[in-house]
């Protein structure tokens, strides 16, 4: 399982529940901003915003992080409509005492500008999100009329202390996990760095033709889309994109 350590509980749990032996790899590690000048501008000017589009839990944890560093509260996030990518993400915001506007049915990008299409002509607009994230929701929202400023939250990282685990994980063939968990396409784009540091050059598709295949289980489109551009299986993909959901597709196919 590679999520970031401090969110791997849920799936872990989840998974052992139903008598999962689970070994957590995190092929993601979540690092504050080299800077956080351009958060806490916006943050300190939220006025001028009509709407704020939250991805993730990272990002909320994140922002409200800031806000409670610059004693900000929550009296500058009353006049916001609120958009947010998944029930995690949503829960996370309303834990705040902030309402939700929109959570699109299906928790990707594209469907966030979907959901906001009609909405957000001639409004202001603040993306706080990762450092490295998929350019769709500024770019298309500022075709439709949104003035879009994107700020960066949080950074992903590749965890180094994870490469000599997933070698001694995939190097027995009476070791190797049965499945490997992808949530994200940062989790996908890692596992292949560290498992190309660690096998010296042998690229990681090599793990799906070995006597003891790996499958690979994704939490959605996205992520499913970034394994295959790295020629690996997508043997499951969750029908709802949620933590939830990748287990039950899990389940469906066998643990």
């Known amino acids: 399982m590679g999520r970031a350590r401090h969110q791997a509980s849920a799936l872990s749990s989840g998974l052992r529940d139903l008598g999962a032996e689970v070994l957590e790899i995190p092929f993601i590690e979540i690092r504050k901003p080299r800077s956080y000048k351009a958060l806490d501008g916006a943050l300190k000017d939220l006025s001028r915003y009509d709407w704020l589009i939250l991805t993730s ?23 916001l409509k609120v958009a947010a ?15 939700v506007n929109v959570v699109p049915r ?15 002509k001639g409004k202001r607009v603040l ?12 770019r298309e929202l500022r075709k439709l009329g949104a003035r879009v400023d994107v700020v960066e939250a949080y950074e992903t990282v590749i ?3 994870s490469r000599q685990r997933l070698r001694a994980a995939l190097k027995s063939p009476n070791r190797r996990p049965d499945w490997i968990t ?6 996908v784009r890692n596992f292949v760095a560290l498992l190309a540091e660690s096998r010296r050059r042998r690229h990681p598709r090599h793990i799906g033709k070995e006597p003891k295949r790996v499958r690979f289980a994704s939490i ?33 196919c066998g643990l």
């Open 127 to 138: 993306l706080a999100r990762a450092k490295v994230a998929r350019d769709v929701i500024p």
């Open 182 to 187: 992808f949530t994200s396409s940062s989790t």
């Open 159 to 161: 965890p180094q202390s």
């Open 106 to 120: 299906e928790y990707v990008a594209e469907a966030v500008v979907a959901s906001l299409r009609r909405k957000v």
């Open 57 to 79: 839990v990272n990002g909320v944890d994140a922002l409200w992080e800031r806000l409670r560093k610059l004693r900000l509260g929550g009296t500058p996030m009353r006049h």
């Open 220 to 252: 959605g489109p996205i992520t499913s889309s970034t394994l295959r551009e790295f020629g690996l299986p997508v043997d499951v993909e969750a029908a709802q994109y949620t933590i939830p959901g990748l287990i039950k597709a899990i389940v469906r």
């Open 85 to 99: 990518i998944g029930p995690s993400t949503r829960q996370a915001i309303e834990q705040h005492g902030v309402k």
